[in-house]
């Protein structure tokens, strides 16, 4: 039984709130059991200056913390002048993830920033963020597509979330907090887009090397998941 008594293949409670922030261009606030992330996309005029000329636009995420999103307070790492090596292969990831599905072309030369800031944090903060920043992502490009900024199609060609899948006490299980993270043998994250696609695969072996058979175990698992959270994401912006 798992410390939260839910079965190995039972997620915890998801929710996806739409427009929480009054200024964004699109914005969400997602919770996974006690894990909350607001995610708010911004729409930029500008893009990068390596794609100016191109034609093609960018799609990008910054991710932080609140100090007391933790048991303990964290510190705020503009004090120290920089983003920490956690926080940028999070931010990255959560842009790879976005940008897997987007045509940046139909953006024309503008930067889409969605910004993922944990308000609480009980394991799966990057796997929430990438889940709640599609939702805030979606509504951004709605946005543009109601004043006319769009080139042709939809630029969202496929829907994409994440989750994270675990070898625990032996057994495989999905959608980790933080008492089973901390104490996995084996801690993966999955993202996946709604068409069953892998975006990227993030596994580490805590302690002894897991097998192909439990890497599969773990991947239908996340697929199993991904496909719930991809319905969420379906019912929040229909």
Not at 14 to 22: A, K, N
Not at 38 to 56: D, F, N
Not at 100 to 106: M, P, S
Not at 122 to 136: E, L, M, Y
């Amino acid at each position: 039984m798992r410390p939260s008594k839910r079965a190995a293949d039972e997620m915890r409670k998801v929710t996806l709130e739409r427009g929480v922030v009054r200024y964004a261009e699109g914005s969400c606030m997602v919770t996974f059991g006690e894990t909350k992330v607001l995610c708010a996309a911004t729409v930029e005029e500008k893009g990068p200056p390596w794609l100016r000329g191109t034609g093609k636009g960018w799609v990008t995420a910054e991710y932080s913390m609140l100090p007391r999103a933790t048991h303990e307070r964290t510190r705020r790492e503009v004090t120290s002048g920089k983003p920490s090596g956690r926080t940028q292969e999070i931010q990255r990831l959560i842009g790879r993830s976005l940008r897997a599905v987007v045509d940046l072309t139909a953006i024309g030369e503008r930067q889409i920033v969605v910004d993922c800031d944990v308000l609480q944090a009980d394991g799966g903060t990057r796997t929430a963020s990438i889940t709640g920043a599609w939702v805030a992502l979606h509504d951004a490009l709605k946005w543009m597509e109601g004043r006319g900024l769009l080139k042709g199609t939809n630029p969202l060609k496929d829907h994409v979330a994440a989750i994270s899948c675990g070898i625990v006490a032996g057994n495989p299980v999905i959608d980790l907090d933080y008492v089973e993270d901390s104490g996995a043998q084996t801690d993966a994250n999955f993202v996946i887009t709604g068409s069953g696609g892998i975006v990227e695969v993030q596994g580490t072996a805590e302690g002894a090397p897991f097998s192909e058979e439990e890497l599969l175990a773990l991947l239908k698992l996340a697929k199993g998941g991904v496909a719930k959270l991809v319905t969420l994401q379906k019912a929040a912006v229909a």
